[in-house]
């Protein structure tokens, strides 16, 4: 009997960083061809974590933990010394 050898690819650095960083973007990837049952698990667990922490929290309040704003100016700022300096206003 002949058994087919399955092997499936590895996973990169540069895409786990992507998918704990963006899920909702980068999960996709892992539906392609290659990657195994396992590794499409771990990405869908993480991807459906994220989301009910998004939920849970509020969207702003997810994206700035992993996101962060370089500057967030309050109201003393004047508005074009806030944009000078690459800031958000809230």
């Known amino acids: 009997m002949i058994q087919a050898t399955q092997s499936s690819r590895k996973v990169q650095t540069w895409l786990w960083v992507c998918l704990v960083l963006f899920p909702l973007i980068f999960y996709w990837f892992l539906l392609g061809k290659g990657y195994s049952t396992r590794v499409r698990l771990i990405g869908a667990a993480w991807l459906v974590a994220f989301l009910t922490i998004w939920w849970v929290k509020g969207g702003q309040q997810v994206m700035d933990f992993f996101v962060p704003p370089a500057l967030v100016c309050d109201a003393s700022v004047p ?12």
């Open 79 to 90: 508005d074009d010394t806030c944009e000078a300096m690459g800031g958000v206003r809230r």
